[in-house]
């Protein structure tokens, strides 16, 4: 059996802003869990900004840009480009240009979701998804866009996307049910497609330690997971460095 190429860890650091949101201050420390979390191995670290400011906020995309530029290692910027700008938040695109993410993920949530849930419909929003996605590749951003299992990833390419984020919460679900064969089956044949059409594949929502690794393990030349909620909450049992560490085993095992 060889070798695959590696699925690369990005850490998204929202649970952290959240929990030094909920007090105030400045504890814990964005930019200090975001330096452990590269330490450790992690090939870069993701933010969600929201224009609610509930967690990672415009000065932290700043200071993380700033921080990943320093150390060499990608920076993903998450969020919607059509939602708009307010005090405190000047709108995605807006924040892209000042911060020069090397990815830039989009994703359709709205200002109520408590957490991202679904993906683009790239017939119904591809027209309206071509000028962001011109504009970040004009700032030198690499375009990811948020993708259901099956969607009509073809389209995406069209727009010129570079690449699509499988949205695995509904994986997740089925695995803790042990019902994910007919799951990852879709997420195969919805990776295949889109890297038939030139696309590379991301994936992120709800992985954790017990999930993971089934899913790299079956779905072909994954490039990218984004993991956050669950790998904080088990940080927060076992450390953050050691819980990266296992991550990163868990990738390198299911690569061969």
Known sequence: MTDRRPTRLSVNLNKIALMRNARGGGEPDLLRAAETCLDAGAYGITVHPRPDARHARADDVIALAALCRRRGVEFNLEGNPFADARPGYPGFLALCEQARPAQATLVPDADTQLTSDHGFDFVRDGERLRAPIEALRTLGCRVSLFADLDAAVEHAAALGADRIELYTGP??????????????????????????????????????????????????????????????????????????????????????
């Open 171 to 256: 994986y997740a679900d089925a695995h803790a049910r042990g019902e994910a064969a007919s799951i990852l089956a879709a997420a195969g044949r919805t990776a295949r497609r889109a890297q038939a059409a030139g696309l590379g594949v991301n994936a992120g929502h709800d992985f954790n330690q017990a999930n993971l690794g089934a899913f790299v393990e079956a779905v072909p030349d994954v490039l990218e997971v984004s993991i956050g909620h669950a790998l904080v909450g088990e940080a927060l049992y076992d450390g953050l460095a050691p819980t990266v560490g296992r991550y990163l085993r868990i990738l390198e095992t299911a690569r061969r």
